[in-house]
């Protein structure tokens, strides 16, 4: 494959691209990995302005799509220089889409390092009460502070005051400080965690209790996207409520309409988006598959992908994959809210700490966690992490049975919004 080399905001780049409106430099002696630029830009439609490749054919395939997690999917291997391969293999290689409007901004943002971070969290009812009790105790290592908002204020003020009253004896600053919060600062944070909901669900209601709140919460995400817009946000911008992922969608494309309704692309970047809800249904395939021995080998060749409702694919094994078996525990995982419904009482302990504060943690640290990230053009839960050159998702070589479940899922998604 041509190569060609530029010089992108600043620094040198490579391309296959032959008539890029950039400056052009003569082409490095590729062979040699340390010669290699540490960009890598290409053009395509949607998907992440900035990511961190882990197959070379991420950097050829014509859009980004559920296949960038199976390395079984993705057609021959492109003839790219030796040095450039070792880049990807290194996970030292940042590929840009220049589709991307923002494609220069997308480079400064690096939600990882410059010291613990201010958390912005909306809403303190029973998920976003939890979740705060949880990053008040595990979080100091990331979290500097967290300010509270909610239409509720007695609902702020009982948050901050317990929040406030939690403290290791003798060592009052060891935890991160929970204030309140009002709408104009919202966004003045590094992260902003949405976990406000209009209407959930009683217990006893029936039916998908996630979709159901698709109308409600919709128009809720998207004011708060705008005035992310509207406040140039840098940050990131968490999305718990359900439906997590069609939410996650619908912020993004809120964000990034200009006053006339036109898609502009000029507000969030896809990457700054995320959904917090795949980490509660892999843990809760991990305790069916505590329970069953049937499902034993999820606890260490196991694998969650996809949205946390309708959709979700949980695969038993990605080294002996039995599809029968990952299908059914797939039903169980889904249905082990409406157990805690039965029992009478509403879900929300184990997704605050298991989808929020524990993946919200993760991906700080920038270690491996269950998120929603953008894909071409859905939100979609995978395994992945955030590097310095953007964010990585983990790519295997899935049997065909597995990526077929996650292209139904993909479809199942883009059909909703
Ligand atoms: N991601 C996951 O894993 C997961 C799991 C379970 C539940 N959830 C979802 O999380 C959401 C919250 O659930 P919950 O149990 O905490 O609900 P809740 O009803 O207990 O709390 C909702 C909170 O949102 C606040 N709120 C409502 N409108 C607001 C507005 N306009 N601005 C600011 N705050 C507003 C309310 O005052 C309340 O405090 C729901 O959508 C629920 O389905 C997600």
Redesign the pocket.
């Known amino acids: 494959m041509e190569l060609y080399c530029y010089q992108a905001a600043g620094a040198p780049a490579l391309s296959a691209i032959p008539d890029l409106p950039l400056p052009r430099l003569p082409l490095p002696r590729l062979p040699r990995p340390d010669a290699c630029p540490e960009r890598f830009l290409l053009r395509r439609e949607g998907g992440r302005a900035v990511f961190c490749p882990s197959d070379p054919r991420q950097l050829t395939a014509p859009r980004e799509s559920v296949g960038f997690l199976s390395s079984d999917s993705l057609g021959e291997i492109p003839a790219l220089p030796e040095g450039l391969l070792r880049r990807i293999d290194d996970r030292a290689l940042q590929a840009v889409n220049i589709a991307h409007p923002r494609w220069e901004d997308a480079l400064s943002f690096q939600p990882l390092g410059q010291g613990r971070k201010r958390l912005h969290l ?7 009460g939890t979740l705060l009790t949880a990053l008040k105790l595990l979080g100091s290592d990331v979290i500097g502070s967290i300010g509270i ?4 204020q007695a ?1 702020v003020e009982r948050w901050c005051t317990e929040m406030g009253q939690i403290a290791w004896p003798w060592d009052y600053g060891a935890l991160p400080e929970v204030e309140p919060v009002d709408g104009d600062r919202l966004f003045d944070c590094d992260v902003f965690l949405f ?4 209407a ?1 669900p009683p217990v006893g209601a029936g039916g998908d209790v ?1 979709m159901a ?1 698709l109308a409600a ?1 919709r128009p ?1 995400a998207e004011h708060y996207a705008r005035l992310a817009r509207e406040k140039r946000f840098p940050g990131l911008f968490l999305v ?3 439906p ?1 992922d069609p939410l996650c969608r619908a912020a993004y494309l809120a964000a990034n309409r200009d006053e006339t309704g036109a898609f502009d692309g000029r507000g969030l970047l896809p990457e700054q988006i995320r959904g ?2 795949l980490g ?1 249904m892999n843990a809760r395939a991990a305790y069916f598959a505590k329970r069953d021995p049937r499902y034993a080998a999820f606890l260490t060749e196991g694998r969650s992908f996809g949205p ?1 409702g309708q959709g979700l694919v949980i695969a038993d094994s990605i080294v002996h994959y039995n599809d029968a078996l990952s299908r059914e525990l797939t039903a169980e995982v889904l249905s082990a809210n409406l157990r805690i419904r039965e029992l009478g009482f ?3 302990v184990a ?1 605050a700490v298991s ?1 929020g504060a524990m993946q919200l943690l993760l991906l700080l640290r920038g270690s491996w966690h269950c998120a929603s990230l953008p894909l071409g053009d859905v939100y979609f839960g995978c395994r992945s992490r955030l590097t310095p050159l953007g964010s990585e998702t983990e790519i295997l070589p899935l049997p065909p049975q597995l990526l077929a479940r996650l292209q139904a899922s993909e479809a199942h998604l883009r059909a909703i919004l």
Do not use: I, T
Not at 122 to 128: E, I, Q, S, T
Not at 195 to 198: E, I, K, T
């Open positions: 909306l809403a303190v009812g029973d998920v976003g908002c909610d239409v509720n609902a976990a406000a909901a209009r959930v996630r709140q919460n809720l718990m409520s359900d997590v917090l809800g509660v946390h509403k879900p929300y997704p989808s």
